[in-house]
């Protein structure tokens, strides 16, 4: 299986109906919003759509989101914490990705489909019509958030 396809598998086993995609993660991220803001230092950290599917990620919920590491050991770890079955660990030339951009548009360069620019999560991510990875550390991107929880 190619890499640009394992999201859709792993997406058509969670839910065989690509129609109720959408709403499935809209409830998703509902629930999480109105359960985790009594948690959170502040209630802003939960309007950004794409955060929250993060902050979910992190937290064990199943979202459309892929984990990446630098350190084969803990893909490894995760990879088989729970495992029943045969799994797979797969690598990446992250620095090839940096310029690249998918051969259906030329365009969408890594500038243009970065997700934390305003409109940029919905008019692509949103509606999932549309193979588009974006990459970044969350360590980075949510310094904020991670510097509250004493994480940093």
């Known amino acids: ?29 509902r629930i999480f919003r109105r359960k985790a803001n009594i948690h959170l230092p502040e209630r802003g950290l939960l309007e950004d759509e794409l955060r929250c599917l993060a902050l979910m990620q992190h937290h064990g919920a199943p979202t459309r989101l892929l984990d990446f590491t630098k350190s084969p050991y803990v893909a490894a770890f995760f990879a088989l914490e729970r495992a029943t079955e045969d799994v797979a660990v797969y690598a990446l030339n992250t620095p090839a990705l940096w310029d690249a951009a998918p051969r259906f548009d030329s365009g969408l360069t890594r500038d243009v489909v970065d997700p934390r620019l305003p409109g940029v999560y919905q008019r692509l991510y949103a509606v999932n019509r549309l193979p588009v ?5 969350p360590w980075k991107w949510m310094r904020g958030w991670w510097r509250n929880q004493n994480c940093s």
């Open 133 to 137: 990875l974006w990459f970044a550390s």
């Open 1 to 29: 299986m190619a890499l640009g396809e394992l999201p859709h598998a792993l997406a058509l086993a969670f839910c065989p109906d690509t129609s109720l995609w959408p709403l499935r993660e809209e409830r998703a991220i």
